[in-house]
């Protein structure tokens, strides 16, 4: 084992990532939000408010840190630097840091372990804006510690973004992107961040960002029976946002057409604006055959705001259910236009391996 360095230091400065200076508002123009979202770097301030002071000093607590030969130091991060970790320890007369090579380290064991597991409970259930505090308290007291840490014990840090665009505050979410993906490089990992990417951007009505990003995620996914429809989906609306129905048509078709008998997450987005934009084309053959193959596979109607950008030719649409009851075109409160995020396979997001990790 090599010599451990042993420095006695007056001043400790924390090394933390950086950090925008203030939160990142839902309310801000385009161009604001555009400019701050190019130029952010770290993770940026916290929006979900504190959580208990008791678990949040939890968190906080020393981490133990063990070494090649099973020796271990219980202390906090001064620093992470060149590849060695500077551990500030408690003794009896002062602080001493411990500098350790990090191929030296042979685990790590973070404090709060019970936190962790039920704010992952809480994210599974669903209750996602009760999950945004812990989840940025978490990765407060952890995020500098992303680089050394396996890709695999930090697959749960991708609820984070997803907390954030729950909320309401998609503009949050793509800064925690920015902030975890470089760490989070497991596929599965990097397909959720590119979906909820591309979602955020689409709320954000950030059009040029959007489509570049949907051609994008229409590239990486497999031509024939992809699992997911989201990358169409988004494209197709833009489409028709933009008076282009031909090409609307043919991306919401795409899908549809390679399709399985399980219904991959937004198809019934992508049924939706084939049908509309079947029938703003004045397509009655293409209309009448998504609808009826629509009635037959199930798939449920997706009202869209989308289809208020229509400058003429729905007057007269009429879409029903059934039994012949009339569906709406635009969502209202009782519909929703956007769901948060359909996921591929499971719904779940994993919990670390345990909280000792390396």
Same mark, same amino acid.
Request: charge should be negative; glycine fraction near 6%; hydrophobic fraction near 40%.
């Given at each position: 084992?090599?010599?451990?360095?042993? *420095?006695?230091?007056?001043?400790?400065?924390? @090394?933390?990532?950086?950090?925008?200076?203030?939160?990142? +508002?839902?309310?801000?123009?385009?161009? *604001?939000?555009?400019?701050?979202?190019?130029?952010?770097?770290?993770?940026?301030?916290? =929006?979900?408010? $504190?959580?208990?002071?008791?678990?949040?000093? #939890?968190?906080?607590?020393?981490?133990?840190?063990?070494?090649?030969?099973?020796?271990?130091?219980?202390?906090?991060?001064?620093?992470?630097?060149?590849?060695?970790?500077?551990?500030?320890?408690?003794?009896?007369?002062?602080?001493?840091?411990?500098?350790?090579?990090?191929?030296?380290?042979?685990?790590?064991?973070?404090?709060?372990?019970?936190?962790?597991?039920?704010?992952?409970?809480?994210?599974? %259930?669903?209750?996602?804006? #009760?999950?945004? $505090?812990?989840?940025?308290?978490?990765?407060?007291?952890?995020?500098?510690?992303? $680089?050394?840490?396996?890709?695999?014990?930090?697959?749960?840090?991708?609820?984070?973004?997803?907390?954030?665009?729950?909320?309401?505050?998609? %503009?949050?979410?793509?800064?925690?992107?920015?902030?975890?993906?470089?760490?989070?490089?497991?596929?599965?990992?990097?397909?959720?961040?590119?979906?909820?990417?591309?979602?955020?951007?689409?709320?954000?009505?950030?059009?040029?960002?959007?489509?570049?990003? %949907?051609?994008?995620?229409?590239?990486?996914?497999?031509?024939?029976?992809? *699992?997911?429809?989201?990358?169409?989906?988004?494209?197709?609306?833009?489409?028709?946002?933009?008076?282009?129905?031909?090409?609307?048509?043919?991306?919401?078709?795409? $899908?549809?057409?390679? +399709?399985?008998?399980?219904?991959?997450?937004?198809?019934?987005?992508?049924?939706?604006? @084939? =049908?509309?934009?079947?029938?703003?084309?004045? &397509?009655?053959?293409?209309?009448?055959?998504?609808?009826?193959?629509?009635?037959?596979?199930? =798939?449920?109607?997706?009202?869209?705001?989308?289809?208020?950008?229509?400058?003429?030719?729905?007057?007269?649409? =009429?879409?029903?259910?059934?039994?012949?009851?009339?569906?709406?075109?635009?969502? &209202?409160?009782?519909?929703? &236009?956007?769901?948060?995020?359909?996921?591929?396979?499971?719904?779940?997001?994993? %919990?670390?391996?345990?909280?000792?990790?390396?």
């Amino acid at each position: 084992m090599k010599r451990l360095t042993c *420095t006695l230091l007056a001043t400790l400065a924390l @090394a933390s990532p950086g950090r925008a200076v203030e939160p990142i +508002s839902p309310d801000l123009s385009k161009a *604001t939000t555009r400019a701050l979202l190019e130029n952010l770097s770290g993770l940026p301030p916290p =929006i979900g408010g $504190p959580i208990p002071e008791k678990e949040h000093l #939890e968190l906080r607590l020393p981490l133990t840190l063990t070494i090649q030969g099973g020796q271990e130091f219980k202390g906090t991060l001064s620093e992470l630097h060149e590849g060695r970790i500077y551990l500030r320890l408690v003794q009896e007369g002062g602080e001493v840091i411990l500098s350790f090579p990090v191929e030296e380290i042979e685990q790590i064991f973070f404090p709060g372990g019970s936190i962790v597991h039920e704010t992952i409970e809480k994210v599974n %259930a669903g209750e996602l804006s #009760e999950a945004l $505090p812990y989840l940025e308290s978490i990765i407060g007291a952890r995020y500098a510690f992303f $680089p050394i840490l396996a890709p695999e014990n930090l697959s749960f840090y991708r609820a984070l973004p997803l907390t954030a665009l729950a909320v309401d505050n998609p %503009a949050q979410a793509i800064a925690y992107i920015k902030a975890i993906r470089p760490y989070l490089t497991l596929p599965e990992d990097q397909r959720e961040l590119d979906d909820i990417e591309l979602l955020s951007y689409h709320r954000l009505e950030l059009t040029e960002e959007t489509r570049e990003r %949907a051609l994008r995620w229409i590239d990486g996914t497999p031509e024939r029976f992809p *699992t997911s429809a989201l990358g169409f989906y988004v494209l197709a609306s833009l489409q028709f946002e933009a008076g282009e129905y031909d090409e609307a048509l043919d991306s919401a078709l795409h $899908p549809i057409v390679f +399709s399985g008998p399980i219904h991959q997450p937004y198809l019934k987005h992508c049924y939706s604006l @084939a =049908i509309v934009s079947a029938y703003i084309l004045k &397509d009655p053959i293409e209309l009448e055959r998504l609808t009826t193959e629509a009635r037959e596979r199930g =798939i449920e109607w997706q009202p869209q705001m989308v289809f208020a950008a229509a400058d003429k030719g729905l007057e007269e649409f =009429i879409i029903t259910d059934a039994e012949g009851n009339p569906l709406p075109l635009i969502p &209202d409160e009782s519909t929703e &236009d956007s769901p948060l995020l359909e996921k591929r396979g499971s719904s779940n997001h994993p %919990a670390p391996e345990s909280d000792n990790t390396l």
